[in-house]
């Protein structure tokens, strides 16, 4: 277990009266000699989200021997932290998680993360699911980088994580940013998690599909990328960047 500082301020001027830590194996915690008043029990930890961080004790007369509080801190969750190096690309990455299970109970799930992004609010999020063969089932929450690189989805719950970054280069545009590592495994527990190896971006990914006049997709089809040259107009016989070739929907990625 681990030791949570908890605080008991005067209601009324917020000064702290008394301070303790809760026991690290029992969760317990007490304070002596408290004259009747009003207070507020406050518990907080780095990186600890609780349900509900500070408990009221209204207008108390007379304290007896033993008051307990109306209710015991729960916490819900845990910080995930990470960092990531734009290396000076305007770059709106945000960062998934993704139960390792592959499954999520939607009646339990939590609310972490930036709650604004939802699966279906974020751009072309499915591509980088099908490429790294994840299911938008398995998906948790999501938070953005800020921009000194930190990243941090707090209030997640303990258990086994994947943490995938995901950028478009626009919200309407088939070409992501390369993002290396890819996705990383998470353990989230008491002291929180942290990814050691930082986020970078590494190139670009283009995708897009093929199809004839009448619209029917086309397969088999080789599609190259090459260099522009100084001209920036395409150069048939310039250096090959990538190659590919579309699938039975016409579809490619570079």
Known sequence: GESVPVQLLDSATRAVVATTEADKDSGKFAFANVLPGSYA??????GWTLRTPEIKLNAITAIPATLALPEAFEVTGY??????????????????????????NADAAPVCGD??????????LESTERALGLAAAA??????????????????PAG??????????????????????????????????????????????VSGTVVAEDGHPLAGLPVVA???????????DGPVLA????DEAGRYRL
């Open 79 to 104: 910080d995930v932290e990470a960092t990531f190096d734009a290396a000076g690309a305007a770059a709106d990455v945000v960062f998934a998680l993704y139960t390792a299970s592959g499954t999520l």
């Open 115 to 124: 709650t604004a992004l939802s699966h279906s609010s974020i751009a072309q």
């Open 139 to 156: 998906f948790v929450c999501a938070a953005r980088s800020t921009e000194d690189g930190r990243v941090v989805l707090r209030n997640v």
């Open 226 to 236: 090459r260099a522009a040259g100084r001209s920036k107009k395409p150069q048939r």
């Open 160 to 205: 086994s994580y994947v943490l995938v970054p995901h950028c478009a280069v626009a919200s309407d545009s088939a070409t992501m940013y390369n993002i290396a590592p890819a996705q990383a495994a998470v353990e989230v527990g008491p002291s929180g998690a942290r990814v050691a190896q930082p986020f970078r971006i590494v190139g670009l990914t």
């Open 41 to 46: 029990v406050v518990a907080q930890r780095a």
């Open 243 to 246: 190659e590919a070739t579309t």
